[in-house]
């Protein structure tokens, strides 16, 4: 029973790696997955057996023009905690950090409009400020907007500084891994010049392996002929990864680390930042330039023999230091809450 709970464990990384294989910049694009492309069915299975352990329930809301599925767990009664996940990535690359979080916590966990199975209209605008907008509304919808606890990693931390700087009455707490920015001090092949994403793209046989370990520091074993199938996904979803790397080139002509850091100070919440220390997508040294950018933020914890990805690598230490954190800034107070003015 063991050794099927290990690689049970092992398939599930897989398969949020598989997810989550291009992580970066500041915007993403459309990738509707059509049925042909879904995850093979021991994988679905896997991931729903996955949610339930980790007491979370897969459900779906119409919010406008955008028809939500998100991942909830927890009592309504406890404070509400977003997980915003990364690009390409899903709702599901959370579920292990969730699992520590659900029995303290309300946890809410969407897949990002473009992602996983959330199905937005054909002209929809994605947007970062579009799809943060979005967010937004999903959370008034289901009623969790009040005194929100956000988290993001990679691309949802740039989602999730977005959503608290536009939203600092209503910002309880800041989490940000591996997050994604503009930052002055990235000095990776892929921070500097977006191009050389087009080298996490597994456009063909023996790509995977490569892009496995340019992501994690640690990826998992596998059984050969799952990783050929999910090789073989992911070479057929190449296509659309390649535009989404075509408008991150356009977006960074566009957005400046000045840009980003007027936009960061503008946070109030008190805010947590996590990295691996390994990380080859964005270097940890924008982990300290992030902390110098935010009004409360303390020293940065970084994940020795961790990559970009420590929600899958390391889900329980990730969670050691967030829930202290948490538990902490229930206590605090909106900064901004006495400064209101009676409009009279």
């Not at 949610?51 to 009592?75: C, D, F, H, I, M």
Request: hydrophobic share 40%; net charge positive.
């Amino acid at each position: 029973m063991k050794g099927l709970q290990l690689t049970a464990v092992k398939l599930l990384k897989f398969a949020s790696l598989s997810c989550a294989i291009v992580c970066s910049a500041f915007s993403y694009a459309a990738s509707p997955t059509p049925s042909a492309l879904k995850p093979p069915v021991i994988l679905q299975d896997y991931l729903g057996q996955q949610r339930k352990a980790a007491g979370l329930t897969a459900k779906t809301v119409q919010v406008g023009n955008v028809t939500w599925s998100y991942n909830e767990g927890g009592s309504r009664t406890k404070p509400s905690i977003l997980l915003i996940h990364g690009l390409a990535g899903s709702r599901d690359d959370w579920n292990r950090v969730a699992h520590f979080l659900t029995p303290d916590y309300h946890v809410i966990i969407p897949d990002l409009p473009t992602n996983g199975d959330t199905k937005i209209p054909a002209d929809f605008d994605i947007s970062v400020p579009n799809v943060t907008e979005q967010l937004r509304q999903f959370a008034i919808a289901i009623d969790i907007e009040d005194k929100l606890n956000i988290a993001g990693h990679s691309l949802g931390g740039s989602i999730a500084t977005l959503y608290a700087s536009q939203y600092p009455f209503d910002t309880q707490s800041l989490f940000l891994l591996n997050s994604a920015g503009i930052y002055k001090q990235a000095n990776t092949a892929y921070t500097k010049d977006p191009y050389y994403l087009k080298n996490l793209i597994v456009s063909k046989p023996g790509d995977l392996d490569e892009v496995s370990h340019q992501l994690m520091q640690q990826p998992p074993q596998v059984p050969l002929k799952l990783k050929r199938a999910q090789e073989k996904l992911l070479i057929a979803q190449s296509p659309q990864i390649q535009k989404m790397i075509e408008q991150i080139i356009t977006l960074n002509r566009i957005y400046t680390p000045d840009s980003f850091a007027r936009l960061t100070r503008n946070v109030e919440a008190p805010t947590l930042i996590l990295w691996g220390k390994q990380d080859k997508i964005i270097n940890v040294e924008a982990a300290n330039e992030l902390k110098s950018l935010l009004k409360r933020a303390a020293a940065p914890v970084i994940l020795n023999n961790v990559g970009h990805m420590p929600i899958l690598e390391a889900e329980q230490e990730v969670a050691d230091h967030y829930l202290p954190f948490l538990a902490k800034s229930q206590k605090f107070k909106n900064p901004l809450a006495d400064k209101l003015i009676p409009l009279n």
